[in-house]
């Protein structure tokens, strides 16, 4: 059972910056792709950032792209979500997420495909 822990969200001024960590345990295997999720109240859940736990890909969405950096520390099974230029927009709660086996590491990508999820941080950019 692959278990997951957000730490990191506060609250901050647009321009700044956080970085978001996500403690994973419960898997043996470097076939997993993981990821950032967030939602805002009212709005749907976005995939954000998708990386292959045993390297080689990483996907982002259009609107975090060369603000947003996901990385991993496989020693540490943990996940990071380096967030720079934070805006207002991307106030929202932020969720680690697990998928075992994907078919290809582009999976990592398909963010309906994720199936194990923490419990979240919030992010809070004032302007």
């Known amino acids: 059972q692959v278990q997951l822990v957000e730490s990191g969200g506060s609250s901050v001024q647009a321009g700044g910056s956080l970085r978001l960590s996500c403690a994973a345990s419960?898997?043996?295997?470097?076939?997993?792709?993981l990821a950032w999720f967030r939602q805002a109240p009212g709005k749907e859940r976005e995939g954000v950032a998708g990386?292959?736990?045993?390297?080689?890909?990483?996907k982002y969405a259009d609107s975090v792209k060369g603000r947003f950096t996901i990385s991993q520390d496989s020693a540490k099974n943990t996940l990071y979500l380096q967030m720079n230029n934070l805006a207002p927009e991307d106030s929202a709660m932020y969720y680690c997420?697990?998928?075992?086996?994907?078919?290809?590491?582009?999976?990592?990508?398909?963010?309906?495909?994720?199936?194990?999820w923490g419990q979240g941080t919030q992010v809070t950019v004032s302007s």
């Open positions: 997420a697990a998928m075992p086996n994907p078919f290809t590491t582009f999976y990592c990508g398909s963010w309906s495909k994720y199936s194990y």
């Open positions: 419960g898997y043996t295997s470097s076939n997993y792709c």
């Open positions: 990386i292959y736990r045993a390297g080689g890909y990483t």
